[in-house]
């Protein structure tokens, strides 16, 4: 398709000339009459009546003119929306993250991005670890802000920061704490943890059965926030992530926690949108 013959048929039509239509376009009056009858001669149909001052269109090359200039305004449309695109002036990023991630991590990022770019659409679904491997693969989401997924395979991950679970209690409870918290005293205060669903919780047990440790949490609850609204108020030990605890103690204690790397991954082998793209690079930044 040559999409000159179509540009200098709606011109031609505009003008009613094919002199005015040459000069509007820079072409010779032949060239621009030699084009028209080509695109006549491939449709097989006449688009105008030529006249001693000029040309009109054929009842067919009227209905052809108002098909082909939606066709070019279209085509217009969607060039500048690529340049939009490109300049990051529009597109939608589509994020995913936990509720403790979303809570705690992505907020300053998201800030800096937004006032960079501040054109852009962005969508954040929420889930846990699992949920949020499965959205991604499944395409409803491009980018995730999380824990270190568990099909590297089909993920490809990238560290932003580790965070070291630690004991962690109110100024007034700690008072109540045993120091350094032990396995031989641990039995001595209140845990509460995150309930067994959540993969940090599975970690933490796991570390904690290597040292032949078993706890027996007297509060569990599936919320980070309430868990550690739970420690503010008192009500016992949490295990936390030190690098997210606002307004709590940490515990000396020799009992080892895991650490978990909280970072960004993608589909592997996946066209990144241009505004997933932008966000990689204020997150690397």
Known sequence: MNMNLYQIFVAVAEKGNFSKAAEELFL????????????????????FTRQSRGVSLTTEGQEFYHLV??????????N????E?????????????????????????????????????????????MELENMLLNGEIDLVIGFEPKH??????????????????SEEYLKKVPQPLTSENIDEVKIMLLDDKSQTRKEINKMLMRQ????KPEVELANYE??????????????????LVEGLYVIDSNIELPTRDVGYYYKKKTDLSLAAKAFINTLNH
Not at 69 to 78: D, F, V
Not at 152 to 169: A, S
Not at 212 to 215: A, K, Q
């Open 28 to 47: 010779s009056q032949p060239a621009v009459s030699q084009m028209i009858a080509q695109l006549e001669q491939e449709l097989d149909c006449k688009l």
């Open 69 to 78: 200039k939606t066709g070019i305004q279209q085509l217009e449309k969607a």
């Open 80 to 83: 500048l929306r690529i340049k």
């Open 85 to 129: 695109m490109k300049s990051l002036e529009w597109g939608n990023l589509r994020l995913g993250a936990s509720d403790t991630i979303s809570r705690y991590i992505l907020p300053r990022h998201l800030k800096e991005f937004s006032q960079i770019n501040p054109e852009l659409r962005i969508s954040i679904k929420n889930g846990t670890s």
């Open 152 to 169: 590297p395979d089909e993920i490809e991950f990238k560290t932003l920061m580790t965070l070291h679970e630690v004991f962690v209690t």
């Open 212 to 215: 032949n440790i078993t706890l």
């Open 226 to 243: 309430l868990l550690a609204e739970f420690a503010i108020q008192g009500l016992g030990i949490a295990i936390l992530s030190k690098e």
